[in-house]
């Protein structure tokens, strides 16, 4: 590249002030290194102000050009292309931001579809509650129960063996079989459809 004076680092920093990344000589923060080292070796005052400026010059142009190529890494991983006026060692430091974000954001866009599976099978198990729950909600009119509380039945389909609240085993039932059954258990069959009151 040129010879790096003052100005240059000047016009690099007025540059910077734009909103894209700018476009830096090859070489340009080696060659300005350099110079500070130079200029820091005179001992004259118009070295020593050049120095002292051109340094804080120099960190403002680094702290600029470092949030742009962030806010550039941010916009590449929602589908941007990444920028064209990257140094060597700038392009280092943009992929892996890009490469930390992509992960960031894949583990993110996981934990969502986890928790999303999670409330859609505890909705979808909550529906299938409500509906079992449904049948038995259902008034069951027109039953003959005995004074000591059971029902007497008919079966209108094969049922295989079932376990009461009682923890008592009935069945296993062909359809025509009476048998009678505590109401709860009795109610039940009749409301899904499964058996029949027999009035005594």
């Known amino acids: 590249m040129d010879i790096i004076t003052y100005e240059t680092i000047r ?8 909103e894209e990344l700018q ?13 500070l080292l130079h200029k820091e070796k005179l001992k004259d005052t118009t070295s020593l102000l050049e120095f002292e400026n051109a340094k804080k010059l120099l960190e403002d142009i680094i702290n600029r050009r470092e949030r742009k190529i962030v806010l550039a890494a941010l916009r590449t991983v929602r589908g941007e292309m ?18 930390i974000l992509k992960a960031f954001k ?18 979808e198990e909550a529906k299938k509650s409500v509906e079992e729950l449904k049948p ?10 005995k004074p000591n509380g059971k029902l007497l039945v008919k079966a209108l389909v094969d049922l295989p063996r079932f376990v009461g609240p009682n923890l008592e085993s009935y069945g296993p039932l ?23 009151n027999i009035l005594e």
């Open 174 to 196: 062909k359809a025509g079989d009476v048998i009678f059954v505590p109401e709860e258990i009795g109610r039940l069959l009749i409301t899904r459809k499964v058996a029949e």
């Open 23 to 35: 476009k830096l000589p090859e070489g340009f923060f080696e060659s300005v290194r350099n110079w």
């Open 106 to 123: 894949n583990e993110i866009n996981e934990k969502f579809r986890s928790y999303a599976d999670i409330v859609e099978e505890k909705v």
């Open 82 to 99: 990444p920028p064209a006026s990257l140094t060597d060692d700038e392009r280092k430091f943009f992929d892996q931001l890009v490469n």
């Open 136 to 145: 038995v909600e259902e008034k069951v009119e027109n039953v003959f129960i």
């Open 11 to 18: 016009n690099a920093h007025r540059a910077e002030k734009e």
